[in-house]
């Protein structure tokens, strides 16, 4: 995706290389070895931090660039991912096949977000979890960070009837500060998700 493969273009890390504080603060819940899925991973901050932890990591995004220098991250910490450029439109998760689903800041429009979600719920395994973190329509206000439509954020009620067959183990919207390089950096309106299947 051009879009996104002339913001990761530079040198540097746009959103940083540390991984999402949310998906750190809940990385505990993915069982030892685990098959994890991570959608929209951008330059690999939250892969490869998955793959030091001993994960076994997939990063699906648009932007070649992107997942090239997400490669290059991992090596640099002496690690092992695998990528692949993919639309999430196309991409086949396939049934049953991920311990894990990761999904930060993910934002798509609302109807290719319902069918990008049911094959989140089908590709989880039995006890498989979904993580994740996205900013809410409020987040419009903020001003720090996300797409600039509406229709591209979801809230907590909505992401409870699209990802129906999970049971949400956490589930809150609220005003948090997010520090994520420099093209998340403020307060910000999120919702934040930890569902099983």
């Known amino acids: 995706m051009a879009m996104w493969d002339g913001k990761y273009s ?9 991984p999402n504080d949310f998906l750190e603060s809940v990385s505990s819940k993915l ?18 931090f998955l793959a030091k932890l001993g994960h076994d990591v997939l990063g699906v995004d648009a932007s070649a660039v992107g997942l090239e220098k997400a490669q290059k991250l991992a090596r640099e910490h002496g690690t092992e991912i695998d990528t692949k450029v993919a639309d999430l439109e196309s991409f086949d998760m396939e049934v049953s096949k991920w311990d894990g689903v990761v999904s930060i800041f993910c934002h798509m ?5 319902k069918e990008v979600y049911k094959k989140i719920v089908g590709g989880l395994k039995p006890g498989g979890i979904l993580i994740l973190e996205a900013y809410t329509p409020k987040q419009l206000e903020y001003k720090t960070g996300g797409p600039p439509v509406a229709d591209m954020m979801p809230t907590l009620d909505l992401l409870k009837v699209e990802l129906d067959g ?32």
Do not use: C
């Open 166 to 197: 999970l049971y949400f183990e956490i589930g809150e919207e609220k005003e948090r500060d997010v520090v994520e390089g420099r093209l998340h950096t403020g307060k910000a309106h999120v919702v934040q998700v930890v569902a099983r299947k």
């Open 109 to 113: 429009p609302s109807e290719l977000r």
């Open 10 to 18: 530079s040198d540097e890390y746009v959103f940083g290389t540390k």
């Open 31 to 48: 069982a030892p070895n685990s098959s994890v899925l991570s959608l929209g991973e951008g330059e690999g901050r939250n892969a490869v």
